[in-house]
């Protein structure tokens, strides 16, 4: 089945470490997105990429980084610069040919302890 | 700027009732829209979606939704509304075009309880 894994689905990380989460997809899209999700906030973008070893800032990437070395993963750094990380995490992706909806995997709660 | 608001924060409708999620969307040119829903904890599944063409789209699980450009409104409805559809709801605009691509800009969501 083609779909958007990621991975882990729970995930506590101490104060001042950095953490990554994964993000995979298999449909072949083209574009894949990052986004937090805070409760009563709605999805705000953090970063996005349309081709491998390209990306770009979203709406909120300070404290964030990510790297697009393949075309079906596109994994999110949150580092110790990020100021209150705890949220829940959602990656998207979405074919660029013609105008398309954006898939999502099933999300990543980051917990800071 | 593109923006989208969904004025209602937290609706709730009577199982067997009708259900009207309200959005609107401030855009330049001809917009794209979208209407997920998300389960506690869950990723975002797409439920209809508008680019052109006939203005009232039909959608899974029997939603549908209306476009209508004068109101810069794309209104989210269901007939009869099972405890199943209790859930969040977002509202989203793109334009697919451009440096901008695919970004779709989300509104705040719409919480959906249904009374037994």
């Known amino acids: 089945d083609g779909g958007i894994t990621q991975s882990p689905k729970y995930l506590f990380r101490k104060e001042g470490q950095n953490v990554t989460l994964s993000c995979e997809q298999n449909l072949n899209h083209d574009a894949m997105y990052w986004y937090r999700q805070d409760p009563g906030q709605g999805l705000r973008l953090i970063y996005y990429?349309?081709?491998?070893?390209?990306?770009q800032k979203g709406d909120i990437a300070e404290g964030y980084s990510v790297s697009r070395e393949k075309k079906e993963s596109f994994p999110l750094t949150v580092t110790s610069a990020q100021k209150n990380p705890t949220a829940f995490y959602l990656c998207?992706?979405?074919?660029?040919?013609?105008?398309?909806?954006?898939?999502f995997g099933p999300g990543t709660r980051l917990t800071v302890l | 700027a593109q923006s989208v608001t969904q004025p209602d924060i937290h609706i709730t409708v009577s199982e067997g009732a009708s259900l009207e999620l309200r959005c609107n969307y401030s855009?330049?040119?001809?917009?794209?829209l979208f209407w997920y829903v998300q389960s506690p904890g869950q990723g975002l599944q797409l439920l209809l979606k508008y680019f052109s063409g006939d203005t009232l789209v039909q959608g899974i699980k029997g939603f549908e939704a209306e476009f209508k450009r004068s109101q810069s409104s794309f209104n989210l409805r269901k007939p009869s509304v099972h405890w199943s559809d209790a859930a969040e709801y977002f509202c989203?605009?793109?334009?697919?075009?451009?440096?901008?691509?695919?970004?779709?800009?989300f509104g705040q969501g719409t919480e959906l309880s249904v009374k037994p």
């Open positions: 855009y330049g040119a001809t917009p794209y």
């Open positions: 990429s349309q081709i491998v070893n390209d990306f």
């Open positions: 998207a992706s979405q074919r660029l040919a013609g105008v398309n909806e954006q898939f």
């Open positions: 989203a605009v793109g334009d697919g075009m451009g440096n901008q691509g695919g970004k779709l800009i």
